[in-house]
T-cell receptor
Framework: KNEVEQSPQNLTAQEGEFITINCSYSVGISALHWLQQHPGGGIVSLFMLSSGKKKHGRLIATINIQEKHSSLHITASHPRDSAVYICAVERSGNTPLVFGKGTRLSVIA | NAGVMQNPRHLVRRRGQEARLRCSPM?????VYWYRQLPEEGLKFMVY????????ESGMPKERFSAEFPKEGPSILRIQQVVRGDSAAYFC???????????FGPGTRLTVT
């Protein structure tokens, strides 16, 4: 079993829909990261969380440390949000990331 | 402040040749991580370096792969005698060490023919 599990694997949404991507992990962590990988392949860091909730524009990330679970929400989704969203955890500071397999999101106009 | 730079962006090598991938971290960053993304698979850690030191190489294949991060210049990931299974996207990320947020480079796509 992978240490980091994401669901769903693939997601298709209509423009404007509210989207939720889930991430569960099985190890103790110091922080959780949400990353975005565009079709061109580049990776952008969206959030780094160790507790609570963060918001950036239409993106919201939450984490529940007790339940070992995080969610990434996209409000008012747009075709340009189409990408692979990757959850990654770090077990302690300045350690390598352990990645989920990613969620492939397609937003259709 | 320029982001993390990697070159080349695309590299084609024949089986048996050597591949050298370069990563220049963001200015002020002294920590470099290398990750590999095989086709249709997730990212996997390879090696973590600080200037002149390998901190964790637990993700590196035991043979043919090596990495360095010299005092001056970029970090280098070197793959000797490449095989078709080495074809992948190789990403590096850097962090300042004072925080653990990692900034990713655009990746090098290695194709072994």
């Amino acid at each position: 079993k992978n240490e980091v599990e994401q669901s769903p694997q693939n997601l298709t949404a209509q423009e404007g829909e509210f989207i939720t991507i889930n991430c569960s992990y099985s190890v103790g962590i110091s922080a959780l990261h949400w990353l975005q990988q565009h079709p061109g392949g580049g990776i952008v860091s969206l959030f780094m969380l160790s507790s609570g909730k963060k918001k950036h524009g239409r993106l919201i990330a939450t984490i529940n440390i007790q339940e070992k679970h995080s969610s990434l929400h996209i409000t008012a989704s747009h075709p340009r949000d189409s990408a692979v969203y990757i959850c990654a955890v770090e077990r302690s500071g300045n350690t390598p990331l352990v990645f989920g397999k990613g969620t492939r999101l397609s937003v259709i106009a | 402040n320029a982001g993390v730079m990697q070159n080349p962006r695309h590299l084609v090598r024949r089986r048996g040749q050597e591949a050298r991938l370069r990563c220049s971290p963001m200015k002020g960053h002294s920590h470099v991580y290398w990750y590999r993304q095989l086709p249709e698979e997730g990212l996997k850690f390879m090696v973590y370096l600080q200037k002149e030191n390998i901190i964790d190489e637990s993700g590196m294949p035991k043979e043919r792969f090596s990495a360095e991060f010299p005092k001056e210049g970029p970090s280098i990931l070197r793959i000797q005698q490449v095989v078709r299974g080495d074809s992948a996207a190789y990403f590096c990320a850097s962090s300042p060490g004072t925080t653990t947020e990692q900034y990713f480079g655009p990746g090098t796509r290695l194709t072994v023919t």
